[in-house]
């Protein structure tokens, strides 16, 4: 079983502030997790994924995740908040091997204030 | 990646009707998937649509209630049937793509905004 914790539904910052958005997981495998984006009336978007190899990793729009395993967390950082970061950011997790159901956070929405 | 197409966009529905939601790839894809995403809640799996078997359905979803047709391996339709207040909600087809990494990563349609009266 899996399940995905997103601390806080709504979180603000100001414009070049850090963005910091938290994610907690539990997997009884090892596990894949990705971060989505959704922006206003849109689908949901891949940011980035961690599989295997490198602990930290790069997406788009300045993203960067870190896959910590003894924390069982990924949490979600940019350097500088840009306005266009406004959006809903949802962290996800699905077993490694092969196709498994991908489970879902509750979702964090960002607020950029300018 | 796969461009995903929905439609509607939105509908405004009476309660008890139901609503056939309709969504195209633009490559063939073995699996769909439909999710419903309300308020507040996480995305939650309705069921894996493959072509040529019946679709697969979570826990607390049953195929009277959200019937699904897959014809081909471009298109797939979602009905909510007999609809009540609580099916108000954004209903999301989503595809698998990135196949080499090995990890379920999806794509997702823009999405179909519901609103039951």
């Known amino acids: 079983a899996q399940s995905v914790t997103q601390l806080g539904s709504h979180v603000s910052v100001s414009e070049g502030a850090l963005v910091l958005l938290r994610c907690n997981y539990s997997?009884?495998?090892?596990?894949?997790l990705f971060w989505y984006v959704q922006y206003p009336n849109q689908g949901l978007q891949l940011l980035l994924k961690?599989?295997?190899?490198?602990?930290l990793v790069k997406g788009i729009n300045g993203f960067e995740a870190e896959f910590k395993k003894s924390e069982t967390s990924f949490h979600l950082t940019k350097p500088s908040a840009h306005m266009s970061d406004a959006a809903e950011y949802f962290c996800?997790?699905?077993?490694?091997?092969?196709?498994?159901?991908?489970?879902f956070g509750t979702g964090t929405k960002l607020q950029v204030i300018p | 990646s796969a461009v995903i197409s929905q439609k509607p966009s939105r509908d405004i529905c009476q309660r008890g009707t139901s609503l056939t939601i309709q969504c195209q790839v633009d490559?063939?894809?073995?699996?769909m998937f439909w999710y419903r995403q309300q308020p507040g809640q996480s995305l939650t799996l309705i069921a894996t649509?493959?072509?040529?078997?019946?679709?697969?359905?979570e826990s607390g979803f049953v195929i009277d209630k959200f019937p699904i047709s897959r014809p081909n391996l471009t298109f797939s339709t979602l009905t909510v049937s007999n609809m009540s207040p609580e099916d108000s909600s954004i209903y999301l087809c989503?595809?698998?793509?990135?196949?080499?990494?090995?990890?379920?990563?999806?794509?997702f349609g823009a999405g179909s905004r519901l609103t039951v009266l």
């Open positions: 989503s595809v698998q793509t990135d196949l080499n990494s090995g990890a379920n990563v999806l794509t």
């Open positions: 997997s009884s495998v090892p596990p894949y």
């Open positions: 961690y599989t295997t190899g490198a602990t």
């Open positions: 996800a997790v699905t077993p490694s091997g092969g196709y498994q159901k991908v489970t």
């Open positions: 490559s063939q894809v073995t699996m």
């Open positions: 649509a493959n072509q040529g078997s019946e679709a697969t359905y």
